[in-house]
């Protein structure tokens, strides 16, 4: 009994002593107690190689009475950061965003209190920033941003920054992000959320929280409703509130690498939706229904309305656009390159309108609203069933299935029925073809803006990126070196490659394609098939002349500058998904002549490769020669665009395989 209740101690002990540990790591420093060992530390165990490290991020939420007869959100921030190196210096600008009305009322910074913190003679010296210096730029009409750096700041400076943020637009609870560009010791969020007010929590991201808790209290509240000139109405009243508590510690930073749609997309994040007001106060249903929403986006001047109006200014051109046109396809199709081909899109980034339809067509340009729902008026008045679709393309972030969250969305385009079949039509992208989106817009949930709420789901998955190069290099009746490449581009390649032509001109386009092929070539002929045909692949075909250097040993890549050079996957580790635009299937072709005079000393052998026992991905790597050719076929093939973080070592010796393959030589030796 003595040993049991010996190790028993031992154990509590120990649970004890892990306990008052964790309470201790967290529990905020005091602001101002910095001292000289917090500004000595040079290098934290979170990541060696960080510019800067943020020690303490705590955010409060809370609702409270106000004097216009109803509640405001108090939202307060403290936070200290330990700037590292000049390239931390960003942690000292703080850019606070404020939500205006346009009219009267504008959200509230208050209490602001910043001071950076340096070691100078062995002592800690302060200095504090001056209330002159916060900045406000109102940069819409419902959007002010109060701005201010930290002054004095310097390698190896603390900073610390406190404010408050009162506001009367319940719909504007403060989101949380627990990580962001630098790695954060400690990251908290409390919300004191009263029974009267239902928010719907959207959360985020792959790092576990290491407190997530709740408990009930009963709160008093306050309501001051003014009388003018008579006296002001008083209410007090109890309720019921629950505190909610999210801390996460040790979260790493999160950097934009190879294949990200957005970093939104993977931030450790809490969002928050007002969705309902519920007893004492009469109910109220705030978060509408997706049919709601887009009932009131048809009825919107700035969106649905701007269908409404087709008058004589539109038939002037779509008489003569439609003349001798007989099909749906026929009229869709030229009315879609009219608006592509005469309309400059200026902003690929709004969802709403800028100016009427008729101005967008005398002006020739307008945003990504105003040439897609000018492209959808006119698809309606040649008779085709035309709808807008909101989505938000893949920079912007996911939007939500289930909550019509409107903020979500960036981007629109349009459903046309052609022939009894769905086209979905972009034209704010010159060179885009019929029924092409980008991959930017294959983003997942979308919507389409009609009566019924219609959900759409563009997925990257159902995209295939095809390409085939075939090469052949050998000796003319001149003894000349002298090769061929013909190449049929993918979708998406054949796209940038246009737009690449239109930017740079067919010389200089030529020019770029001579140099990536490496060594002294010459064209003698270049062709490009389908450039104005925007719906079909580009095709490809150059003929040179290679001024080969005959020593007494050549070495020579058979992947003729078309190999993969580097591995698109650097970092050793990654805490979100790989997330391609599209699948990808690429073949190269070679057959190489070995040059007169020389043998084959060296080859590089053949190999076959799956990324994964299902063949998602696979690389195959086979040569051979026979008499004086030799032949060569390459592959590398992608099945699926999302891969799991923990898949992520899996890919990289994936391409690693195929970057090392790719850059080995034949080696030629003189007889």
Known sequence: MLTTKTTDMRTLLTLCAALIAFISFSQPTKFGKVTVADLEKKVYEIDSSAHAVVITDLGKSSIIGNTKGFFSLQFKRYERVHILNKNGYFEADYEIPLYSNGNDYTEKLDNVKAVTYNLENGKVTETKLEKSNIFTEKVSRNLVIKKFTLPNVKEGSIIEVEYTVISDYLRNLQPWAFQGTSPRLWSEYNLALPQFLNYITLGKGYHPFDIKDQKESQDNFTVIESGGASASERYNFTAKVTDYRWAMKNVPSLKVESFTSSLNNHIAKLTFQLSAFQEPLRYQKIMASWPEVTKQLLEDEDFGKKLDDRNAWLNEVMNPLLAGATTDVEKSKRVFAFVRDNITCTNHNTKYA???????????????????????????????????????????????????????????????????????????????????????????????????????????????????????????????????????????????????????????????????????????????????????????????????????????????????????????????????????????????????????????????????????????????QSGNTISMRTRVQIARTYFAPEEYDLLREFFNMVVNKHKEQIVFKKK
Not at 447 to 463: C, G, H, M, Q, W
Not at 527 to 551: G, R
């Open 354 to 624: 800028s100016q009427p339809l008729k101005n967008v067509l005398k002006t020739k340009n307008g945003n990504v609203a105003d040439v897609n729902l000018l492209l959808t008026a006119m698809l309606l008045d040649a008779g085709i069933k035309a709808e807008p679709v909101m989505l938000s393309t893949r920079d912007h972030g996911y939007t939500y299935s289930l909550y019509p969250v409107m903020d979500k969305f960036n981007y629109v385009i349009v459903k046309a029925e052609v022939s009894g079949r769905p086209v979905y039509l972009d034209a704010s992208h010159t060179q885009l073809g019929f029924g092409r989106l980008l991959p930017s817009c294959y983003n997942g949930h979308a919507r389409v803006i009609n009566k019924e709420a219609t959900p759409l789901s563009f997925e990257a998955d159902s995209l295939k990126e095809s390409k085939v190069t075939a090469i052949f290099i050998g000796s003319d009746e001149k003894g000349r070196t002298v090769g061929s490449m013909n190449q049929k581009l993918g979708q998406y390649e054949s796209y940038s490659t246009r737009k690449k032509i239109k930017e740079l001109g067919k010389e200089n386009f030529l020019k770029e394609v001579k140099k990536n092929m490496g060594g002294e070539i010459e064209f003698e002929d270049a062709k490009i098939d389908s450039l104005t045909q925007h719906e079909q692949p580009l095709a490809l075909e150059y003929k040179f002349v290679m001024n080969l250097d005959k020593q007494d040993i050549i070495y020579f890549n058979p992947m003729f500058g078309e190999g993969y050079k580097e591995n698109y996957f650097k970092s050793a580790e990654r805490f979100y998904p790989v997330e391609m635009p599209y699948t990808f299937d690429e073949t190269f072709l070679a057959t190489i002549e070995i040059p007169n005079g020389y043998v084959v000393d060296e080859m590089p052998k053949s190999m076959r490769v799956k990324l994964n026992e299902e063949g998602e991905g696979q690389f195959e790597y086979i040569i051979s």
